[in-house]
């Protein structure tokens, strides 16, 4: 018994072959062409070269070609690397010499940056497969995808897969270098592919039951709309593949053609990150009308998903389930809370955790329930073995207290009386000022309250008499410039006054990563470039426009 992406993907074609398993436009593929297409380019990457245990890159968009890679990859018992498509060549360079990956398969369009970042970095790389897109054909040493798998053999005769294969996620690059975060592939399917149950919290026992369940019920239309550089996408594409469901998948986010998708293919699910796509989505269902009868759900996770907006998403869907997840790289799933309009926190969730999601003092020791005490957030039970070639971040991130292994994402939160837990942010973007401490995601949250604010980040800059003062870098509606009297006249609706921001910067877009998360470095550095566009001191009212 395995519990291998391979092996539980393999139990759904066995059960399913017929079933379309992904969708793009007109384009598609039953479990059984799936199958066949990822067992050629698996036995293409061993006849490379690759071997188990050995990173192979995948550097693409949302496309079946990058779900049939996956699936390769890991049937190879091979380690993927994901490569994040918006990187500069500085951050290429990194990952490609620290996954140590043999073979990177990439879309077309980016092989002139690809062939760059060799020419001048030494790396383990023998061989590229080259998928091909709509950017002009260009001459190199490339293997040709296609070609690939016209000649690699379909058949099923890998050898057994053990529990112990290993899952590699590339996460960060905005405040440091990519670094890898890796699993044992059992233990991430537990917390992220729904090998322990969402809501019962049981742990699934029979490698047989996703596909089981999936072939004795009817087809689930799942749409994971951020890219496959992010996790929580990857696994929403494989729980659908263990069950039998049908995924869809675009390559692009336009927020009308999103919604044309979920009209042409009767999407049922829709996952999304954070506000960095729920409100340009909701803005473009208010511009024009789309066919959303068949949704039953939109889930989110990874970023925050403010009140106001989840509010928007209850009044547009109100018999669907509104779902705000917490999770990371280093935890996977920690526990979800439903939205209730009206009733949303402010910040990022409030969330019924599972149990093996804990805040923690310092030391180790549990928070007390109620107290109003913030801790750090940790789990136990099924967490990374490392991150990649870094025992020093290793060791800082997966302690021991008492006998217990734990994972320490960096989150910072609260434990309520009756046990839900509610997310503050990440301590090393918190802002002092004066002694107080205020998290930069609950005041984001509170500024999008306010009609015009379309986004915001929201940073920490020097004050000669705090130490710190709470700023925003602020993109509105249709250029307006609301005051900063004005913006936090909403904010004090919701949190105390000295979380307010007392300096403001507009700009015409906010910056943030391609899993929606956003850019602090980059607001701080546009806070730093310029004078604000409004600005106040601690106790005075008085502005400057």
């Known amino acids: 018994m395995a519990y291998t992406i391979g092996d539980l993907f393999e139990h759904a074609v066995d059960l399913m072959p017929e079933r379309i398993a992904l969708e793009s436009g007109d384009r598609k593929r039953t479990y059984a062409e799936l199958e066949e297409r990822s067992n050629a380019l698996a036995h293409t990457l061993r006849e490379l070269g690759v071997q188990p245990g050995d990173a192979v890159g995948l550097y693409s968009r949302n496309t079946i070609e990058a779900v049939e890679a996956m699936l390769a990859i890991f049937k190879a018992r091979a380690v993927m690397a994901n490569v994040n498509y918006r990187y500069v060549e500085h951050e290429l360079e990194h990952l490609f010499t620290d996954s140590g990956m043999k073979v990177l398969i990439h879309e077309q369009q980016y092989t002139d940056r690809v062939l760059n970042v060799l020419s001048k970095t030494p790396t383990a790389i023998t ?170 759900s939109v889930a989110s996770s990874a970023a925050l998903f403010s009140p106001a907006v989840k509010d928007r998403y209850l009044e547009r869907f109100p018999n669907a389930v509104i779902v705000d997840a917490i999770g990371s790289s280093e935890t996977g799933f920690g526990g979800m809370g439903m939205a209730v309009k009206g009733k949303s926190r402010v910040g990022a969730p409030t969330v019924k955790a599972d149990p093996e999601t804990h805040v923690l003092r310092e030391d180790g020791t549990p928070v007390t329930p109620g107290s109003g005490e913030v801790g750090v957030l940790a789990r136990s039970g099924h967490i990374p073995l ?138 701080a550095e546009i806070a730093a470039s310029r004078d604000p566009d409004d600005s106040s001191t601690p106790g005075n009212t008085a502005t400057k426009v």
């Open 386 to 523: 490392r991150y990649h070639g870094d025992p020093v971040k290793s060791a800082k991130t997966f302690v021991v207290y008492d006998g217990v292994r734990y994972s320490l994402p960096g989150d910072h939160a609260v434990l309520e009386a009756d046990g839900t837990i509610t997310m503050l942010g990440r301590g090393s973007g918190s802002i002092n000022t004066g002694g107080e401490k205020v998290f930069p995601e609950e005041v984001e949250a509170a500024l999008k309250g306010h009609p015009a604010v379309l986004d915001t980040v929201v940073v920490g800059v020097p004050d000669d008499r705090f130490g710190q003062r709470v700023a925003a870098v602020i993109a509105t509606r249709d250029g307006a410039r609301p005051s900063l009297n004005d913006l936090n006249a909403t904010v004090r609706t919701e949190l105390a006054g000295y979380k307010c921001p007392r300096s403001v910067w507009f700009v015409e877009v906010v910056k943030r990563s391609p899993a929606g998360k956003p850019d602090y470095r980059w607001a």
């Open 127 to 296: 061989a590229r497969i080259v998928i091909d897109d709509e950017t002009p054909a260009i001459d190199d040493d490339g293997h040709r995808y296609e070609d690939v798998l016209a000649r690699g053999r379909t058949d099923r005769d890998f050898e057994e897969r053990t529990n112990d294969d290993l899952y590699m996620l590339y996460t960060g690059g905005t405040t440091g270098k990519p670094k890898g975060v890796v699993w044992r592939q059992e233990d991430v399917w537990r917390v992220l592919g729904g090998g322990i149950d969402w809501y019962s919290g049981r742990p699934i026992e029979d490698e047989w039951e996703h596909a089981r369940t999936g072939a004795d019920s009817g087809q689930l239309v799942r749409f994971a709309i951020p890219p496959f550089i992010h996790g929580g996408s990857q696994w929403a594409i494989f729980q659908s593949l263990f069950a039998g469901g049908k995924a869809v998948v675009y390559p692009e986010f336009e927020p009308h053609a999103i919604w044309q998708a979920v009209a042409d293919h009767g999407v049922n699910v829709v996952f999304i990150t954070g506000d960095a796509m729920a409100r340009p989505m909701i803005d473009a269902l208010d511009e024009r009308d789309y066919d959303t009868s068949t949704v039953v």
